[in-house]
């Protein structure tokens, strides 16, 4: 089992930017990729960006490309969603999710986080 502790939420007026972080714990070893989906209210859940654990391999949204960044560090076992220029659309719960490589499929990822708020204000 993997466990994976989502942090950094909050409220933050549109045009800022916040960080996302995402812990790993348990048998880490089974993880070969990261992802962030997020659900906005009254939606489904998307996919956002994901991270290979080795190597560096990045995939993104299209729509999400250049405003954010996903990056990790290996010795926390942690991954970073840097978020910038958010917009009130932007609002949703994050979920980190752990997988055995990058994929926007959220059914690739059989472990997932318990999700934070990121709520941003017009």
């Known amino acids: 089992q993997v466990q994976l502790v989502e942090s950094g939420g909050g409220l933050v007026q549109a045009g800022g930017s916040l960080r996302l972080s995402c812990a790993a714990s348990?048998?880490?070893?089974?993880?070969?990729?990261l992802g962030w989906f997020r659900q906005a209210p009254g939606k489904e859940r998307e996919f956002v960006t994901a991270?290979?654990?080795?190597?560096?391999?990045?995939a993104y949204a299209s729509s999400l490309k250049g405003r954010f960044t996903i990056s990790r560090d290996n010795a926390k076992n942690t991954v970073y969603l840097e978020m910038n220029s958010l917009k009130p659309e932007d609002t949703a719960v994050y979920y980190c999710?752990?997988?055995?490589?990058?994929?926007?499929?959220?059914?690739?990822?059989?472990?997932w986080g318990q999700g934070t708020l990121v709520t941003v204000s017009s």
């Open positions: 348990g048998r880490t070893f089974n993880m070969n990729a």
């Open positions: 991270i290979s654990w080795t190597g560096g391999y990045t």
């Open positions: 999710a752990a997988g055995n490589s990058i994929s926007a499929n959220e059914g690739s990822y059989p472990f």
